[in-house]
């Protein structure tokens, strides 16, 4: 069978090929004079259609773009999805949903010009959303996940990564759960398509999602770039695979990073007195082997580069490289007795509904705070519960 990274290569090939045949074909046309053709594409969009592939066949591709939109305006619908694609190309997916969606705001387009397929890949989901089910482990919900796309890219990696997930042997045996795909506009998560950063949206508007959901971590599979866990908040580049989500999954349950960080992260988790499932700062293993009801040789120190900015030793509990210190490495059996044993008192997790209450006071909104803050303690989350005790004295 192929595989869906597959059918979307051949996907995007296929539409690529499509679309500089028409480049060829308009080029080659026998064109009237360059001011009389200009003059013509003002109202007639088969001209500006043939001076789109003109700019196209010289590579003036910001040029192609704007008589692309015109021809579209004017009524091309075939034009509107080569502008549509060439926009992609040029700015990426939200820059062009953000386009499309003012178009149609304005009325210079309408709604019936734009197929379905083509508002589901931008993100312009107008009700018509797609859905995958959700997941509910036979073993039970210790902690439950809300998974989150913004475009038909990320729904099609979460229903894969969702498969994947209940076939995997030591993921399947976890008493997780996951929420039915909730799907929010592009434009309005405006998630980030830079590849060498991490990515980073609004999350700010899914706080009806968060305060009416009966869940306690966001999944949200949307965006280009780098994966990262942060506030509840598990982000994932909606081409993402289950090597990436299985290690983001594990910073949920407090598992740190094996590869050197940098001087800002290691100054956050090289704390005296910090504790992680995987790892020591320093080799005195007494405290974390009574913590989690281990023996000494159930563990195998061995020096990783985590701590390396601050020059401060750390050791993980087990000898071999893991998913850790590169995500597409082996879940270690003790770290998956670790997320167990984790798992088991789901009530130490920070919920996100704790962080939004922290985005509440920040814009003073005492009300949401106080909601968010009542949703954090009943997750049995104990900060939430302090926060709560010492408003009210």
């Known amino acids: 069978m192929m595989s869906l990274n597959t059918i979307r290569i051949?996907?995007?090939?296929?539409?690529?090929?499509?679309?500089?045949?028409?480049?060829?074909?308009?080029?080659?046309?026998?064109?009237?004079a360059e001011t009389e053709l200009m003059h013509q594409a003002q109202t007639d969009p088969a001209a500006a259609v043939r001076l789109a592939g003109q700019r196209l066949a010289t590579a003036e591709y910001d040029a192609a773009l704007r008589w692309l939109r015109h021809a579209a305006l004017l009524g091309d619908t075939a034009a509107l999805q080569h502008a549509l694609q060439l926009q992609q190309r040029q700015q990426g997916r939200l820059a062009t949903a953000q386009w499309l969606?003012?178009?149609?705001?304005?009325?210079?387009?309408?709604?019936?010009?734009?197929?379905?397929?083509?508002?589901?890949?931008?993100?312009?989901?107008?009700?018509?959303?797609?859905?995958?089910?959700?997941?509910?482990n036979t073993k039970g919900c210790r902690l439950t996940l809300q998974p989150v796309a913004s475009q038909q890219a990320g729904a099609d990696t979460w229903r894969q990564l969702l498969q994947h997930w209940q076939?995997?042997?030591q993921l399947s045996q976890l008493p997780?759960?996951?929420?039915?795909?909730?799907?929010?506009n592009s434009t309005e998560l405006a998630c980030s398509e830079h590849?060498?950063?991490?990515?980073?949206?609004?999350?700010?508007?899914?706080?009806?999602?968060?305060?009416?959901?009966?869940?306690?971590?966001?999944?949200?599979?949307?965006?280009?770039?780098?994966?990262?866990?942060?506030?509840?908040?598990?982000?994932?580049?909606?081409?993402?695979?289950?090597?990436?989500?299985?290690?983001?999954?594990?910073?949920?349950?407090?598992?740190?990073?094996?590869y050197r960080l940098s001087a800002a992260a290691a100054e956050q988790v090289c704390r005296a007195g910090k504790q992680?499932?995987?790892?020591?700062?320093?080799?005195?293993?007494?405290?974390?082997?009574?913590?989690?009801?281990?023996?000494?040789?159930?563990?195998?120190?061995?020096?990783?580069?985590?701590?390396?900015?601050?020059?401060?030793?750390?050791?993980?509990?087990v000898a071999q490289n893991n998913l850790m210190r590169s995500y597409e490495l082996a879940l270690p059996e003790l770290y998956f007795q670790l997320a167990q044993r984790i798992l088991a008192q789901p009530e130490r997790l920070m919920p996100v509904q704790y962080y939004f209450a922290y985005l509440a006071r920040q814009q003073q909104n005492w009300p949401q705070w106080q909601q968010f803050m009542q949703q954090a303690s009943?997750?049995?989350?104990?900060?939430?519960q302090q926060a709560l005790a010492g408003s009210e004295g």
């Open 10 to 32: 051949a996907v995007f090939k296929s539409r690529f090929t499509g679309f500089f045949a028409f480049i060829l074909l308009t080029a080659c046309q026998k064109q009237p």
């Open 101 to 136: 969606q003012q178009q149609l705001d304005d009325g210079s387009l309408s709604a019936a010009s734009v197929p379905f397929a083509t508002r589901a890949e931008l993100g312009l989901w107008q009700g018509n959303k797609t859905t995958v089910t959700g997941f509910e």
């Open 167 to 169: 076939a995997d042997k």
């Open 176 to 184: 997780v759960c996951f929420l039915p795909l909730h799907t929010v």
């Open 195 to 258: 590849s060498n950063s991490l990515v980073q949206c609004r999350y700010q508007v899914l706080a009806d999602a968060v305060s009416t959901g009966d869940f306690s971590q966001l999944l949200v599979i949307a965006g280009r770039g780098k994966a990262s866990y942060n506030n509840g908040i598990l982000q994932l580049p909606d081409n993402a695979g289950l090597a990436l989500l299985r290690h983001e999954f594990m910073h949920i349950l407090g598992f740190i990073d094996e």
């Open 276 to 317: 992680y499932p995987n790892l020591l700062l320093g080799r005195d293993s007494q405290a974390y082997l009574a913590h989690w009801q281990l023996q000494a040789q159930d563990i195998s120190l061995t020096p990783v580069q985590t701590c390396a900015a601050l020059q401060q030793p750390a050791y993980r509990v």
């Open 378 to 384: 009943e997750w049995g989350y104990a900060d939430a």
